[in-house]
């Protein structure tokens, strides 16, 4: 979700004098590749399509693809717009449906919608009912999402974490505490809802890793950290985990800053396997960008070139 107040127009984020926008691969092993880079776009939040031959991120408002070469990423990856009509400026919380054909996306009027991931009419899901959708999961069996809960737009209230039918519906609540709370998504065997959350610690700002049942039971803490660690997503094959870790005192989730993105095995989420230090933030891995076969992730640095 975007990190703002109420006093900030939620609007797509632009590249700053000198920025660059680079996308990148990495592996489980430890390996990383820049696969694609310009100073025109700022892009955000890849997903990786099912067939495991592009990526899928936002940038001005809008939801490109980015296709890999199946021969060698040395190769120039293509980057396409995908064409959607009714549905406003997208932000960088989109998650893919698990049939693989379609994409669930919020957009900046605090609404979630799902679209064909090849484009055309986007059908919204949530109500209006007083509250901004902002999405970070769907179910393995692609019937409900997950998502945070920002009552009346107001970025001071803390996030919660609620539930929606993904054809739309009744919405629920599930109580993870009384502070803030993002990033919610689903294990692969759909057992439990993985997040970062803010009502483990009373530093403010002090998010750390946690996850819940998905009937509310069991909520536990992953991993006890110095650092201010954000979004868990879990590999398909649910042996690994990625997420982002921001300096200690860092409050939200903001752009710009030294960040770590960090792999461990889900077995001990105490010892990272890996960690890719970046200047980066918001938008460097905001929802879930593994491959299909588990194997790689890709995230998203904001470098300053001069």
């Known amino acids: ?20 926008c680079e996308v990148w691969i990495a592996s489980v092993t430890g390996e990383q590749e820049l696969v694609f880079a310009t100073e025109d776009l700022l892009l955000e939040a890849p997903n990786w399509t099912l067939d495991g031959k592009a990526l899928v991120l936002n940038g001005a408002g809008k939801l490109w693809q980015l296709g890999l070469p199946a021969a060698s990423l040395a190769e120039v990856p293509s980057l396409a717009e995908v064409p959607l009509t009714g549905v406003p400026d997208l932000n960088n919380d989109h998650v893919l449906a698990p049939d693989g054909t379609g994409i669930f996306l919020s957009a900046n009027d605090g609404h979630i919608y799902r679209a064909g991931l090849n484009g055309g009419q986007a059908t919204r899901i949530t109500d209006d009912d007083g509250t901004f959708h902002f999405l970070h999961g769907v179910s393995p069996d692609g019937k409900e999402l997950a998502y945070v809960g920002i009552e009346a737009g107001d970025f001071t209230r803390p996030g919660r974490l609620m539930t929606v039918p993904s054809e739309g519906g009744p919405t629920a609540t599930i109580d993870v505490g009384s502070g803030h709370c993002d ?21 403010p700002g002090h998010a750390q890793l946690a996850r819940v049942r998905d009937d509310g039971s069991e909520f536990e803490r992953l991993v006890a950290s110095g650092t201010v660690d954000w979004f868990p997503h879990l590999s398909p094959d649910g042996r690994f985990a990625s997420y982002i ?45 593994w491959s299909p076969d588990s194997a790689r992730f890709a995230f998203v640095a904001y470098p300053y070139t001069n």
């Open 1 to 20: 979700m975007p990190d703002t107040t109420p006093e900030t127009t939620i609007r797509p984020r632009e590249l700053g004098q000198g920025q660059r």
């Open 245 to 289: 870790r921001f300096p200690a005192g860092t409050v939200g989730h903001p752009e710009n800053l030294p960040v770590d993105v960090v792999v461990v095995s889900t077995g001990d989420w105490t010892t990272p396997l890996h960690t890719w230090p970046l200047f980066g933030g918001q938008g460097t891995l905001n929802v879930n960008s």
């Open 183 to 203: 990033g919610p998504e689903y294990s692969p065997d759909g057992k439990w809802i993985y997040l970062n959350t803010e009502s483990l610690t009373t530093s």
